[in-house]
């Protein structure tokens, strides 16, 4: 059976699976879900992401959901195909290493982002007036996170060592996808930050899921 996922474009997490499926080539099949007039919240998805988020994946009748576990699994099933490269599984300190770029990610950079675009965008558009103080403390913040970036980039090429990995290919989403609605530009003032950014940008697992979830062919 063709490998499925389920997830909507306007979401930071779906194009996060989507660019490791394009990177390991693995074919697929997109299934957009509204989530605008609530499609994620449907008996028929909850009866398959009981938290009513997107994305999840159907493998042959394997359902799954939480995008970074998605991203871990499919990295294990295709190994050969370049999934341990992202992934490492035969390196120890290499998987350690990854992992901590991953914990970075989640606890420096995600979250504090998320932050910003709640006050700042989110909470108006549901009629709530946002807390520009809170805004600001989480914008100081990244701006701090990020000099630490910057320091960690100028002795490595990548957040997880000197090759791309799931702790490099996390952060596209959020970084491309909210950061410009919060008028935030920290990823192309900090020298390092900036060179980084542009290079895991640039790659074409990315710019293919850009505009949109595209699927991968069989």
Request: charged fraction near 25%; proline fraction near 6%.
């Amino acid at each position: 059976m063709v490998f499925k996922l389920y997830g909507a474009d306007l979401s930071t997490t779906t194009p996060m699976v989507a660019i490791v499926l394009h990177e390991l080539n693995v074919p697929f099949v997109y299934f957009p879900v509204d989530m605008l007039s609530g499609g994620h919240k449907q008996p028929e998805f909850v009866a398959k992401q009981p938290f009513g988020r997107v994305p999840y994946i159907d493998d042959d009748g394997f359902v799954l959901f939480e995008s970074r576990a998605i991203c871990r699994y499919l990295c294990r099933k295709y190994a050969d195909r370049g999934g341990n490269a992202l992934y490492p599984q035969d390196d120890l300190a290499a998987f350690a290493r990854v992992e901590q770029g991953i914990s970075i990610e989640m606890s420096s950079f995600d979250e504090v982002i998320r932050a910003m675009f709640t006050e700042l965008v989110y909470k108006p558009m549901r009629g709530v007036e946002g807390d520009r103080e809170l805004y600001e403390q989480a914008s100081e913040k990244l701006s701090q996170n990020l000099d630490v970036y910057d320091k960690i980039l100028g002795e490595q090429k990548y957040i997880g060592g000197d090759t791309f990995t799931l702790a490099d290919l996390f952060h596209i989403p959020y970084a491309t996808r909210l950061l410009p609605k919060v008028g935030c530009d920290y990823m192309e003032t900090k020298p390092n930050v900036a060179r980084w950014y542009k290079d895991i940008t640039s790659r074409p697992s990315w710019l293919a899921n850009k505009d949109g979830v595209k699927a991968v062919s069989p």
